[in-house]
Nanobody
């Protein structure tokens, strides 16, 4: 099992980025997936999830971020719009093993992370 995140970079406030998470070794369609982020000096926090029950987001990104997946490409995406400096973080995708989608402990496989920097 391997998850490979990509798409991060430097973007100005108000800009957009799309993160990708390619899955290897398992069918993405069979699992619930999550996006998390970790800012410098802070704990890793839940951002979004997609799975059999649909999608959900942390309050601070609702209406700005959209999580989706392409089962044919075995890839999960995180479209991020209206980015703000407080969105600066390393973003991780993960495969969920437990029932609480907002808890890092309920994910058993993690990608390597991709850095998003929002700055003018």
């Amino acid at each position: 099992v391997q998850l490979q995140a990509s798409g991060g970079g430097l973007v100005q406030p108000g800009g957009s980025l799309r993160l990708s998470c390619a899955a290897f070794g398992f069918p993405l369609s069979a699992y619930d997936m999550g996006w998390f982020r970790q800012a410098p000096g802070k704990e890793r926090e839940f951002v979004a999830t997609i799975g059999g029950s649909g999608t959900d987001y942390t309050a601070s990104v609702k209406g700005r971020f959209t999580v989706s997946r392409d089962n044919a490409k075995n890839t999960v995406y995180l479209q991020m719009n209206s980015l703000a400096p407080e969105d600066t973080a390393i973003y991780y995708c993960a495969r969920r093993s437990g029932s609480n989608y907002y808890r890092t402990a309920d994910y058993n496989y993690w990608g390597q992370g991709t850095l998003v920097t929002v700055s003018s």
